[in-house]
């Protein structure tokens, strides 16, 4: 079984930041790549950061500058430092891990995590 837990999310100003954490456990061989997905009210998931377990990242365009995705030294964990938080950035952010375990290779997600950009 595997978990992926994301915590950071809460209330920030515009123009503010905030630091996400997504947390991989279980019976884990390898976690590969993990991305970053977003989702307003309304609107479909989106996706917008992705790091590969050797550490190469991909951002949408309107996070460019903006937003940086990392991983811990364990690679079983994924941090996305926000800055600059403007009120379109206010959805439920999900992170994605493709995991290697003793079951085989999936994809997983968490549960989720509130941002909500507001003055």
């Known amino acids: 079984q595997v978990q992926l837990v994301e915590s950071g999310g809460g209330l920030v100003q515009p123009g503010g930041s905030l630091r996400l954490s997504c947390a991989a456990s279980g019976s884990i061989c390898k976690v590969l790549t993990m991305r970053w997905y977003r989702q307003a009210p309304g609107k479909q998931r989106e996706w917008f950061a992705t790091i590969t377990s050797g550490g190469n990242t991909n951002y949408a365009d309107y996070v460019k500058g903006r937003f940086t995705i990392s991983r811990g030294n364990a690679k079983n964990t994924m941090y996305l430092q926000m800055n600059s938080l403007n009120a379109e950035d206010s959805a439920d952010y999900y992170c994605?891990?493709?995991?290697?375990?003793?079951?085989?290779?999936?994809?997983?997600w968490g549960q989720g995590t509130q941002v909500t950009v507001s003055s």
């Open positions: 994605n891990a493709g995991v290697e375990s003793v079951a085989g290779v999936g994809s997983y």
